[in-house]
């Protein structure tokens, strides 16, 4: 099982970025797909959430209207569309796989999202 996250990297105040996250080695629909971010000094928190094969969504108060977050059942891959960025939303973004009958879950390596001018 392996989850891979990409599209990190360094944004000015009101820019957008795409976070991608390639799934492989699990059943892409049996798992509602996340994305968690954390912050230096704080705790992960959640951000957004799909179920693996598309459908309902849900968001952090925090982010909503903000980012959206989107599935592609080819690709096995959860994305996570980020507008109007905000310094606040500086942090490392994860993405995490939780099993939807059980506490199977996996986790990717993170990356980087800096929001600075």
């Known amino acids: 099982v392996q989850l891979v996250e990409s599209g990190g990297g360094l944004v000015q105040p009101g820019g957008s970025l795409r976070l991608s996250c390639a799934a492989s080695g699990f059943t892409f629909s049996s798992y509602v797909m996340k994305w968690y971010r954390q912050a230096p000094g704080k705790e992960r928190e959640l951000v957004a959430a799909i179920r693996g094969a598309g459908g309902s969504t849900n968001y952090a108060d925090f982010v909503k209207g903000r980012f959206t977050i989107s599935s592609d059942n080819a690709k096995i891959t959860v994305y996570l569309q980020m507008n109007s960025l905000k310094p606040e939303d500086t942090a490392v973004y994860y993405c995490?796989?939780?099993?939807?009958?059980?506490?199977?879950?996996?986790w990717g390596q993170g990356t980087q999202v800096t929001v600075s001018s």
């Open positions: 995490k796989a939780d099993h939807l009958l059980s506490r199977r879950a996996y």
